[in-house]
């Protein structure tokens, strides 16, 4: 263990090692416990442990995939990277560096946050394997803002990030964004669904535009404020009139099956103490997303 990772914390799922699948992990879970530049309610920092420990109170069975989904995608949980204390830049470097060893060793990663500015580093770490990747990001916030409170590693400007990168990508359930941020989207035609429509049409009316706007290679970003405060009120900054549960898989699957995920993160889960709920839902949406990752779409295991 270097001083860059904490000893491992408790395993995605929890299953006992007569459980495990033999062979090599395919997927390898990443925890990033990081919250500096949170701007109201802080406490992403204790997301992914509140995360991990759910997972070990789901169900392993997929009815709806109708497989044990941690079969076909055998997971391993890694050492959480530990935030360097000398600020979010020096923070990011790290993180791209234990990302890319992760992806080097030929492993699906999964991201936990953490708060939003860690998907930008992760990205690059995919990126290094799959040049040509888009993002799609489920959010209720653009995060296209150049720089934030003095510092462009802030979360309000993840996906200014990608894009300086030259990364296409389509977002879905924005309902808060600056002038600035809205003039960006109108400007570089960024494929951004706004919740109104995301929340109240048919998904079969927009979907397209979202598929349309994404390679063949698709990272995902869900930071869980994107669903509705009712279902997620466990966010550093909850906005109103977000997306169902059924809502989001229903865009998850559609992203699934017709393109290739090759990697993803769920950020900003801040834990309330009393309310598990939260907590559940964003580990049910990780397995849940790695059944659609693996078992949907082109050069899946089944479809
Ligand atoms: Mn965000």
């Not at 062979?23 to 416990?33: K, Q």
């Not at 992403?44 to 442990?49: E, K």
């Not at 600020?87 to 992806?103: N, Y």
């Not at 995920?261 to 009393?274: K, N, Q, S, T």
Request: proline content about 9%.
């Amino acid at each position: 263990m270097t001083d860059e990772r904490y000893a491992p914390y408790q395993e995605f799922l929890g299953l006992p090692d007569e459980l495990k699948p033999p062979g090599e992990p395919r997927v390898a879970i990443l925890p990033i416990p990081y919250d500096l530049t949170t701007s109201y309610q802080p406490g992403a920092r204790r997301g992914p442990l509140a995360i991990l420990e759910a997972s070990t109170h789901l169900e392993t069975y997929d009815d709806e995939l109708d497989v044990e989904t941690f079969e076909v995608a055998p997971i391993v949980t890694e050492p959480a990277v530990v935030p360097d204390t000398s600020g979010p830049e020096a923070t990011m470097a790290r993180i791209e560096r234990v990302a890319r060893a992760v992806v080097d060793e030929g492993r699906f990663l999964v991201g936990l946050g953490g708060e939003h500015s860690v998907s930008a580093p992760l990205i690059r770490a995919v990126r290094s394997r799959h040049p040509r990747l888009g993002v799609l990001q489920l959010d209720a916030h653009a995060d296209l803002r150049d720089s934030f409170e003095g510092s462009p590693a802030n979360h309000a400007c993840v996906m200014h990030r990608v894009l300086d990168d030259g990364v296409p990508i389509a977002q879905v359930g924005i309902r808060s964004l600056t002038a600035e941020e809205r003039a960006l989207v109108r400007d570089r035609k960024v494929c951004t669904v706004f919740a109104p429509e995301a929340v109240n049409e048919p998904v079969d009316r927009w979907i397209g535009r979202v598929l349309d706007a994404l390679p063949e290679e698709v990272y995902v970003t869900v930071d869980l404020d994107a669903f509705d405060p009712a279902i997620m009120p466990a966010t550093g900054t909850p906005e109103p009139g977000g997306l169902s549960w059924y809502r989001a898989l229903d865009v998850l699957r559609e992203v699934a099956r017709v393109k290739r995920i090759i990697g993803f993160d769920v950020v900003e889960l801040a834990p309330m103490p009393g309310n598990v709920a939260p907590d559940f839902l964003a580990a049910k949406l990780v397995y849940k997303l790695l059944g659609y990752a693996f078992l949907l779409g082109p050069g899946a295991e089944r479809t």
